[in-house]
T-cell receptor, first 110, second 114 residues
Framework: ELKVEQNPLFLSMQEGKNYTIYCNYSTTSDRLYWYRQDPGKSLESLFVLLSNGAVKQEGRLMASLDTKARLSTLHITAAVHDLSATYFCAVDDSNYQLIWGAGTKLIIKP | DVKVTQSSRYLVKRTGEKVFLECVQDMDHENMFWYRQDPGLGLRLIYFSYDVKMKEKGDIPEGYSVSREKKERFSLILESASTNQTSMYLC?????????????FGPGTRLTVL
C-alpha cells in the first residue's frame, strides 16, 4: 500500500530565509504533484513532476523528484509572507488516484 | 483553464436531512473525485468515478453515495446527514491519460450539520 509522508508538518520561518519541505513515499511511483492551500480555500496545483530527476521552478519555489530515493523536495528561497499556506504533496498510485501527504503548514513571519 | 465548480460554498443542514452536493467540470475530464478535509486528517477520498455511471469507493464511503449521470457532473449525496459529516467537501477532476493524473479542484463546500 502506497503511503506518503511529509515533513515537517508545521514550519514557522522568517522572511528571507531558505527552507525545504520533504515528501517521502513508500512504493514505486514516478509521478508526484505539489499543491498549495490557503486558509479556507481549495487546493491549487503548483508543480507536476513526471519523471526521475524532474525539477520545476516557479518564483521562489522549486520542486524536484528523485524516484530512486522515493523523495520529493519543495525548496523555498528567500521566503516572503505571501508564501504562507499549507503545502501538500500527492503521489500517483497508478490507478487514477492520488495518495496525499498530511500537508505542511508554513507560516512566514515578516 | 480547467474550471471545477461546486454548487454551494457554505451549507447548513439538520441531522437526518438528505443533502446533495454537486460538482461540475467544464474540461471533458473522465475522472472525478469527492474528498472531505478535516483538521489534522488531511484529504480523505470518499468516492471517485472514472466514467459516466461508474463509481468506486474510496477510503471513507460510509454514509455517502454518488451519482454520475453526465460526464461533467458528479454528485455527492448524504442520505441522512449526521453531525460527524460536518466538514469541508472538495470535488476534483482529472483527465484520463497515462502519465499524468493531476487533479483540479473546485472551491469546496463547507457543510455544517446541526
Amino acid at each position: 500500500e502506497l503511503k506518503v509522508e511529509q515533513n515537517p508538518l508545521f514550519l514557522s520561518m522568517q522572511e528571507g530565509k531558505n527552507y525545504t519541505i520533504y515528501c517521502n513515499y513508500s512504493t514505486t511511483s514516478d509521478r508526484l504533484y505539489w499543491y498549495r492551500q490557503d486558509p479556507g480555500k481549495s487546493l491549487e496545483s503548483l508543480f507536476v513532476l513526471l519523471s526521475n530527476g524532474a525539477v520545476k521552478q516557479e518564483g521562489r519555489l522549486m520542486a524536484s523528484l528523485d524516484t530512486k530515493a522515493r523523495l520529493s523536495t519543495l525548496h523555498i528561497t528567500a521566503a516572503v509572507h505571501d508564501l504562507s499556506a499549507t503545502y501538500f504533496c500527492a503521489v500517483d498510485d497508478s490507478n487514477y488516484q492520488l495518495i496525499w501527504g498530511a500537508g505542511t503548514k508554513l507560516i512566514i513571519k515578516p | 483553464d480547467v474550471k471545477v465548480t461546486q454548487s454551494s460554498r457554505y451549507l447548513v443542514k439538520r441531522t437526518g436531512e438528505k443533502v446533495f452536493l454537486e460538482c461540475v467540470q467544464d474540461m471533458d475530464h473522465e475522472n472525478m473525485f469527492w474528498y472531505r478535509q478535516d483538521p489534522g486528517l488531511g484529504l480523505r477520498l470518499i468516492y471517485f468515478s472514472y466514467d459516466v455511471k461508474m463509481k468506486e469507493k474510496g477510503d471513507i464511503p460510509e454514509g455517502y453515495s454518488v451519482s454520475r449521470e453526465k460526464k461533467e457532473r458528479f454528485s455527492l449525496i448524504l442520505e441522512s446527514a449526521s453531525t460527524n459529516q460536518t466538514s469541508m467537501y472538495l470535488c476534483a477532476s482529472s483527465l484520463y491519460t497515462t502519465g499524468n493524473d493531476e487533479q483540479f479542484f473546485g472551491p469546496g463546500t463547507r457543510l455544517t450539520v446541526l
